[in-house]
């Protein structure tokens, strides 16, 4: 069965520093990839996807993910983040199983931005 | 104002009954989701269903049942079956066609409370 580890539940960082958010999953075939943001409040939405192409990704917000198939993962970076920033994230993946498509989602990483 | 509504935000009862949560789109998506989001857990599959009349069980739809009436229309009813229902539930939203995947459209979500 899939599964989709991220593996940090929380991480703090200061303004202007940098952020990686690792997320690595398992499944040998074609998979289509996703980070979605949930900021306090809000509404779970959609930072960017990954179905085909470049493997780096640009999303909303300065955001950004790159694909390596080798090592099962997609990793979300930004280079220098905010203090609007602090929000629970999640990578998914969806992949073929029996039946159909399933979306699996990780557990999530909290990400607090200290002003 | 297209988007996925969620009544109510706040909901409490008695252990023993059943209640049930709204989610209403007019997105004109086929697909709905309901997931169950627990700390640390992220976001697992309860119930989804991806055409009227027609619906499938998730990773965890012991104790909860759903209908699909209405393509606008996904309620989920939490049993008195379900062992530990006190959690954050979210309805989602996707288009379906020829893309494998399409990215899910999040509601605000219900916080049911069980006593």
């Known amino acids: 069965a899939q599964s989709v580890s991220q593996h940090n539940h929380h991480v703090i960082l200061s303004e202007a520093a940098s952020l990686e958010l690792g997320c690595n999953y398992s499944y040998g075939g074609t998979v289509n990839l996703f980070w979605y943001v949930q900021y306090p409040g809000q509404h779970l939405q959609l930072l960017l996807k990954y179905f085909s192409g470049d493997p780096l990704v640009k999303g909303i917000k300065g955001f950004e993910a790159e694909f390596i198939k080798s090592k099962f993962s997609f990793n979300l970076r930004k280079p220098s983040v905010q203090w609007s920033d602090t929000a629970e994230y999640f990578c998914a993946v969806n992949a073929r199983e029996t039946g159909g498509f399933k979306t699996i989602f990780g557990a999530g990483t909290r990400l607090f931005v200290k002003a | 104002d297209g988007g996925i509504t969620q009544s109510p935000k706040y909901l409490f009862r008695k252990e023993g009954q059943n209640v049930t949560l709204s989610c209403e789109q007019n997105l004109n998506h086929d697909a709905m989701y309901w997931y169950r989001q627990d700390p640390g857990q992220g976001l697992r599959l309860i119930y989804y269903?991806?055409?009227?009349?027609?619906?499938q069980k998730g990773d965890i739809a012991e104790g909860y049942s759903v209908s699909r009436e209405k393509k606008e229309s996904f309620p989920l009813t939490v049993t008195s079956a379900q062992k530990n229902p006190t959690a954050f539930y979210l309805c989602?939203?996707?288009?379906?066609?020829?893309?494998?995947?399409?990215?899910?459209?999040f509601g605000p979500g219900t916080r049911l409370t069980v006593t």
């Open positions: 269903s991806q055409i009227v009349n027609d619906f």
């Open positions: 989602a939203s996707s288009m379906m066609g020829t893309a494998p995947a399409y990215e899910q459209y």
